[in-house]
């Protein structure tokens, strides 16, 4: 089933056809239509596995389509693990200010990664001492376009 995964995952997937795949019998068709962002909202949230950690969980809390507020829950719900949130482009501010002040080394790893990443985030990022989130951050577009805005100002 590895190409009707990649099919669910791919971002110019019908939305029609995302729907059918949602609802595959094979658990890695449906974490592909989980990870697109446009998969309909609806059929995301029907996907979500409520009150348990899932890998299928894993998947929806990377996706930006996800509300914020249902990402919140699904931390407070033990659903995900808070690195998978990190990397999400829509992950709400104050999930990356905890990730930010106190998140293990991973999760912060992966923060510095995320796209939707603050000015205000990464530079407290900056000042981690974690080499690995340090090589994060500098591959990260957010990040370098930032730094370089700063670096002009006279």
Known sequence: MPTLHLLAAHPSTPSTLLVKLSQHRDEEVRWGAA????TPVNV???MRTVDRYSTL???LARNPAVPQEVL????RRKEAA??????NPACPIDVMHRIADHGTDMEKYWLAGNPGLTAEIAAKLERDPS???ALMLEGNPAYRKWASSREKRP
């Open 44 to 46: 995301l949230l029907q």
């Open 72 to 75: 919140r829950e699904m931390l």
């Open 131 to 133: 080499p690995n989130v």
């Open 82 to 87: 808070l690195s998978s949130v990190a990397m």
């Open 57 to 59: 969980n894993e998947y």
């Open 35 to 38: 990870a697109n962002r446009n």
